[in-house]
């Protein structure tokens, strides 16, 4: 679940954001992405030191073991600790994960999910006198350096408010109302050839487009704001604007266990973290209880083309998820049937299902059989936002997302594995392999 973390432990810090995750707090109205750098870690080889933990003893009888999956939230979490994309640590426990699964009797292979994020960009806002103004560019800004005149922009940036003198100048828009990329579109729309957003409240502020603009944004804060808008009133007023970035290669890895040559279904869950802590909720428990519902899972795996995956670099924009559903091949869309992903299940008082509404639905008469209260949330009504099932219901994949609420370490140091309750993994894991058992025998 999206980050807000300071610098990366190797390389420069970065600025990613492709999607809101349900890993993500709740953005301000309009804007999209909670805004502010994430580390990430760049591709350094990992040391032929780094050994990979011994499983543990093989868990216990047939049926899902919270305790069992706990035993895996402390090698992931209180072992390896925190797991950011492209690390050591990540590698480390993907190694693990690979390890428990064959233990299992699946083949289990790591996958590539190399991708490039864009670095902490350089801004530089300079007015008439090379005066200069605190500045930050927006995530996904363009780069550019340019000197135009500065036109304020009345509203907040709706397509007809530019007037006909933005065309080729740097335009001053007001923050709210509407995204920050939209802001960017209709003000490259109206010929702007660069935008500064002015906070609507006092202070500085951090925000993303989502995805790459096409002019250079900076953000600056409600004061300069103001003095910026007197500034545009002077004829002639000219401002400087100069925004660069650069981007880093992040090599991340996805964890795939087979027990066929098919995925029919596909349970599963991110295994990186955030930097700030060791992820044991976020998302270590969804790891956990992915590995134990496929040990339980494992006689009937072959037959009914079952597969288990556990997610890299989910924290960074669901890269894992969208790079795998991405490499599908037409066949392997078709055939597979339902995604059941795990993020966050190990603390917390209540469970929130959401994704594809019949897959939803069928949880509900799998938990009200097993005896758990849950509350459901068909995408679409406000369901939490998105995790790595996103990604396959973007495909047209059915997917479904078991959550429980709610976390007060959620991205946190505090995110430990002895906050995890092992009687909370049960239910996850229970819920998962009914569901699994009942989607199989339907066929
Ligand atoms: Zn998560």
């Not at 509900?364 to 509350?375: M, P, Q, T």
Request: a negative charge; proline letters at 5%.
């Amino acid at each position: 679940m999206h980050p807000l973390l300071g610098r990366t432990l190797v390389g420069g810090a970065a600025w990613v954001l492709a999607f809101a995750a349900a890993c993500t707090q709740p953005a301000p109205a309009g804007e999209s992405g909670p805004g502010a750098p994430t580390a990430v870690a760049t591709a350094e080889t990992t040391p032929a030191s780094i050994a990979t933990p011994a499983p543990r003893a093989a868990a216990v009888g047939p049926d899902f073991s919270g305790q069992a999956a706990y035993e895996h939230v402390k090698q992931l979490a209180d072992v390896i600790g925190s797991r950011v994309a492209g690390s050591d640590e990540e590698r480390k426990a993907a190694d693990y994960i690979a390890t428990q699964f064959r233990s299992y009797g699946y083949t289990a292979e790591q996958t590539p999910v190399d991708f490039e994020v864009a670095d902490e960009a350089v801004a530089e806002l300079e007015v008439s006198g090379a005066k200069r103004i605190p500045t930050n560019s927006l995530g996904f800004s363009a780069s550019g350096s340019l000197s135009a005149p500065l036109v304020a922009v009345r509203g907040t940036g709706q397509p007809a408010d530019f007037p006909a003198s933005a065309n080729g100048a740097v335009v001053l828009v007001q923050r709210g109302t509407l995204s920050f990329g939209d802001k960017v579109k209709n003000a490259a729309n109206a010929g702007a050839k660069g935008i500064i957003v002015y906070n609507n409240e006092a202070g500085e502020f951090r925000g993303t487009l989502g995805t790459a603009g096409a002019i250079p944004t900076v953000g600056v804060s409600g004061d300069a704001g103001q003095e910026l808008l007197t500034l545009a009133q002077q004829p002639g007023a000219q401002v400087r604007l100069k925004v660069e970035t650069q981007s880093v290669q992040v090599k991340s890895r996805n964890v795939l266990a087979k027990a066929s040559d098919t995925c029919s279904y596909i349970v599963g869950g991110h295994f990186d973290s955030v930097q700030a802590g060791p992820g044991a909720n976020d998302n270590a428990s969804g790891t956990a209880a992915t590995m134990e519902a496929a040990r339980v899972l494992w006689p009937l795996a072959k037959q009914a083309n079952l597969c288990f995956m556990a997610f890299g670099a989910e924290e960074l924009g669901l890269w894992g998820s969208r790079i795998h559903v991405r490499g599908l091949s037409a066949a392997e869309r078709q055939a597979l049937k339902a995604m059941v992903n795990l993020d966050m299940v190990g603390v917390g008082d209540r469970w929130r299902i959401s994704g594809s509404e019949a897959l939803v639905n069928q949880v509900g008469e799998v938990a009200d059989s097993l005896g758990y209260k849950v509350s459901l949330a068909p995408s679409g009504r406000g369901a939490g936002g998105g995790s790595d099932h996103a990604s396959f219901i973007q495909a047209g994949i059915p997917a479904v997302f078991f959550y429980r609420l709610e976390d007060p370490n959620y991205h946190l140091a505090t995110d430990q594995a002895k906050f995890i309750d092992p009687t909370n993994l049960e239910p996850a894991g229970r819920m998962t392999v009914e569901l699994i058992k009942r989607l199989a025998a339907a066929g």
